[in-house]
């Protein structure tokens, strides 16, 4: 989906600092986006293109991602992976956040990013404990630090690409830190970095059609060797991956245009609206039409 020109927003701190449905938006449709807000979230199943990392200031909540269930309290942390299928409920209101969402194209274009990408994804709960209870000194160095990406992501001063880079570079290190990650995605092989390039394809041209043998002859590697390496790095196989990216595509359309199924269906790269069909009930348990229902009803509070 083509990105759209950034919105004006305040840079004051308030919760609900955007809209409802201007949040929802921005998640889709920018590479780095920073809220922070005290809405009721939406109860249904959705999913997005981005890493999204929230941080909670008040209240509980309780999230479900991939049929797993996550409770979060206050100064607790969570992450959810790209494309990662979630819902949550708020168990105490106010429930005050902020969230960080990037998506993986823009973790690539950073070189300086690139270790983080063992911190960016869904961890188990348990291992999600380790981000749980974070001292309230840390919390608030968190915050502050969340504060100044917001106002450098929206006003875009000079050189905020480079205090963009330096705050992100401080978060995720703290975070990183704390889950106590190893080193071992700084893989710079010659096989890494074609999976890499593997991936950023598909990001860019899901709408096309992409094979593995396609894809073999484009990057010149063997097929066993992209089939085997790509679920290695990314844990979900060439399948997967393509089909929840055209699905998280497709997500952006229902929720933001009025296209019909047979159009959304072209542009998410599928010649067979009932293909479509199905591999959208198969990832979101619903048809397109069943999901537009749900966001829509959620977004006007009925």
Not at 14 to 28: F, K, M, Q, S, T
Not at 83 to 93: L, Q, S
Not at 105 to 127: A, C, E, K, W
Not at 188 to 207: F, K, P, W
Request: a neutral charge.
């Amino acid at each position: 989906m083509k990105k759209t020109e950034g919105m004006q927003e305040q840079d004051t701190m308030i919760i609900n600092e955007d809209a409802p449905e201007i949040g929802h938006h921005a998640l889709n449709s920018r590479d780095i986006y920073v809220n922070h807000t005290g809405d009721l979230l939406a109860d249904f199943e959705h999913m997005h293109l981005t890493h999204e990392i929230l941080f909670v200031e008040e209240g509980e909540a309780e999230y479900v991602i991939n049929g797993q269930k996550y409770s979060l309290k206050k100064h607790d942390v969570l992450i959810i992976g790209s494309m990662d299928i979630h819902r949550v409920k708020v168990k105490k209101a106010p429930y005050v956040r902020y969230g960080l969402a990037l998506t993986p194209s823009y973790l690539m274009d950073r070189n300086n990013l690139h270790v983080f990408r063992s911190l960016l994804r869904t961890h188990t709960p348990l291992q999600s404990q380790m981000l749980r209870s974070i001292e309230e000194k840390d919390f608030l160095w968190c915050s502050g630090l969340l504060h100044r990406l917001r106002k450098e992501v929206n006003q875009k001063s000079d050189l905020y690409v480079e205090a963009i880079d330096a705050y992100l570079m401080l978060i995720l290190t703290f975070l990183y830190r704390k889950m106590q990650l190893t080193d071992t995605q700084k893989e710079t092989s010659g096989v890494a970095l074609v999976m890499e390039q593997i991936c950023r394809y598909i990001n860019d041209h899901y709408d096309e059609t992409i094979t593995l043998g396609s894809l073999s002859e484009q990057f010149f590697c063997h097929p066993c060797t992209i089939s085997r390496e790509f679920t290695r790095y990314y844990g979900r196989n060439l399948n997967q991956y393509l089909n929840s990216t055209r699905i998280a595509v497709a997500v952006q359309y229902l929720e933001t245009t009025d296209c019909n199924v047979t159009e959304i269906s072209g542009y998410c790269g599928y010649s067979n609206v009932n293909t479509f069909l199905r591999r959208f009930h198969g990832i979101m348990g619903c048809s397109p039409l069943q999901y537009r229902k749900r966001f829509l009803r959620q977004k006007s509070g009925a």
